[in-house]
C-alpha cells in the first residue's frame, strides 16, 4: 500500500494533536446563540462546518438567555500547539439586528479594535479577520434557514481576559488595541513542535520522492498551499507544509534533491526568507522594513514612497503601498527569497521558484525558476 503524502500525512506523523482557531470557536458559539434567540434551547454540542468541509462538534462552556439577546462561550482548545490563546473562553452575543442589515460585527471585552492601517480589515472594526467573519456568517445564514430567521444580527465576541493575553501577541504593536484578534483560515491548528514538525517535512520530502515527484512545493499555510496547487496543478503527495521551517525544507532537500521546488506563502514571511532568515516564526524573526524600503527603491520608488514603505505599519501596507504606485515590491521579495533559498541548496540539483500571495490569496510577487546554473 502506497504512503500518503502532504499536509495532512504530516500532522499524522508529526504525534501532535491539533486543535481549533480562536475563528472556529466564536462560530460554533455564534451559531449555538443565534439557534438559542430563534428557538429557546441552545444546541449543546454544537456542529458547525469548516472552510474544507469539515464538521467539528464544539462544547458549549457558558450559555444565556435573556429578552432580546443570548449568549454562548466555548473553551479555545490549540491542542499541541503553545498557543497564548489555549484555554481562553470565546462568547458570542447575538442580537437582532435592523432589517436588511446582514451580520454586523461588534467587539466586546478582550477583542481587539484596528487603530492603524495595513491589516485586512478598516480602521474602527472589530479585530475579526475576513475567514471567521464569513464561517460566522454562514452559521447565521444556516440557522436562519432552518429556523424561519431573518438573518439580520448583531454579533458581539468577546475573549475572558483576553485584554491581558493579548498584551503577548504582536496586536498592540499593530495598532490592534483593548484585546484579541479573531483568527484563521482553516478553522484548525496546526501544532508546531519544531522536531516534531521538521521530521514531518522530511517525511513529506521521502513520500514525494518514492512516489517519483519531480516538483514539490514548500508552503507556508493552506492559503499559499491552495495557490501553488492552482499554479502547478501539484499532487497532494507533492506538497509539503512548511510552516514557519524554510531551512528544513531546503537542508533536506540539498541532501535528498527533488529537480524543482516551489516555495509559496505570505508576503510577510517570505520578506523574512528575501532578508536571509530560514525560520519565519514570529518570536524569532521580524519582518525587516528598512529592507523592504531598500527593495522599494531599487523598484524605482521614490524617497517618499521608501519612507513610507520603512513606517507601515505591516509589510501588507508596504505591498499596498507599492502596488499602488506601479513599484513591483512583491516581484522583489520573492527574487531575493529564491536567492536566499539557492545559497542553501547551493551544490545540489534543484531549480527554485517562489510565489508570494497576501492575505486573500491574491499573488502580490513571483520569482521564475532558477537553477544553480543560473547562479
Not at 474544507?52 to 458549549?60: I, N, S, Y
Not at 512516489?211 to 491552495?226: I, L, M, N, P, Q
Not at 490569496?361 to 525558476?369: F, I, L, M, S
Request: with cysteine; hydrophobic share 45%.
Amino acid at each position: 500500500m502506497a504512503e500518503i503524502g502532504g499536509r495532512a500525512a504530516q500532522l499524522r506523523s508529526s504525534g501532535l494533536r491539533h486543535g481549533w482557531t480562536t475563528g472556529a470557536c466564536a462560530t460554533a458559539a455564534t451559531k449555538a446563540a443565534y439557534t438559542a434567540l430563534l428557538t429557546g434551547a441552545f444546541p449543546d454540542p454544537v456542529t458547525i462546518t469548516l472552510p474544507k468541509g469539515q464538521q467539528p462538534a464544539f462544547a458549549l462552556a457558558v450559555e444565556e438567555l435573556a429578552p432580546g439577546r443570548a449568549m454562548a462561550g466555548v473553551v479555545k482548545d490549540a491542542g499541541d500547539d503553545p498557543d497564548v490563546t489555549h484555554g481562553a473562553l470565546i462568547r458570542s452575543t447575538v442580537r437582532p439586528g435592523a432589517p436588511g442589515t446582514g451580520v454586523v460585527f461588534r467587539a466586546g471585552p478582550g477583542v481587539g479594535t484596528v487603530t492603524k492601517a495595513g491589516l485586512p480589515l478598516a480602521v474602527g472594526e472589530p479585530a475579526v479577520n475576513p475567514v471567521p467573519r464569513q464561517m460566522m456568517r454562514d452559521a447565521v445564514a444556516e440557522v436562519a434557514a432552518a429556523h424561519g430567521g431573518a438573518g439580520d444580527v448583531v454579533v458581539e465576541l468577546s475573549v475572558d481576559h483576553g485584554e491581558e493575553i493579548a498584551r503577548s501577541t504582536w496586536n498592540p504593536r499593530l495598532g490592534i488595541l483593548g484585546g484579541l484578534s479573531i483568527l484563521g483560515t482553516t478553522g484548525i491548528v496546526v501544532p508546531y513542535s519544531c522536531s516534531a514538525w521538521i521530521d514531518s517535512i522530511r517525511r513529506g520530502v521521502d513520500v514525494a520522492r518514492a512516489a517519483g515527484r519531480e516538483h514539490v512545493a514548500g508552503c507556508t499555510g493552506s492559503t499559499s498551499e491552495k495557490v501553488a496547487v492552482a499554479v502547478h496543478g501539484l499532487p497532494e503527495d507533492a506538497l509539503l507544509d512548511m510552516g514557519d521551517f524554510a531551512g528544513a525544507v531546503l537542508k533536506y532537500l540539498k541532501r535528498h534533491p527533488v529537480p524543482r521546488l516551489t516555495i509559496a506563502g505570505g508576503f510577510a514571511k517570505l520578506s523574512k526568507l528575501a532578508a536571509g532568515h530560514l525560520d519565519l516564526h514570529s518570536a524569532r524573526s521580524q519582518v525587516d522594513k528598512g529592507y523592504l524600503a531598500g527593495l522599494a527603491r531599487r523598484g524605482g520608488a521614490g524617497p517618499d514612497l521608501a519612507r513610507a514603505v520603512e513606517e507601515a505599519n505591516t509589510a501588507l501596507e508596504a505591498i499596498q503601498l507599492c502596488r499602488a504606485a506601479g513599484v513591483p515590491l512583491g516581484d522583489l521579495v520573492a527574487e531575493a527569497a529564491r536567492a536566499t533559498a539557492l545559497d542553501v541548496l547551493v551544490g545540489s540539483p534543484v531549480a527554485v521558484d517562489v510565489i508570494c500571495i497576501d492575505r486573500a490569496g491574491t499573488v502580490v510577487g513571483r520569482a521564475e525558476p532558477l537553477g544553480p546554473a543560473g547562479r
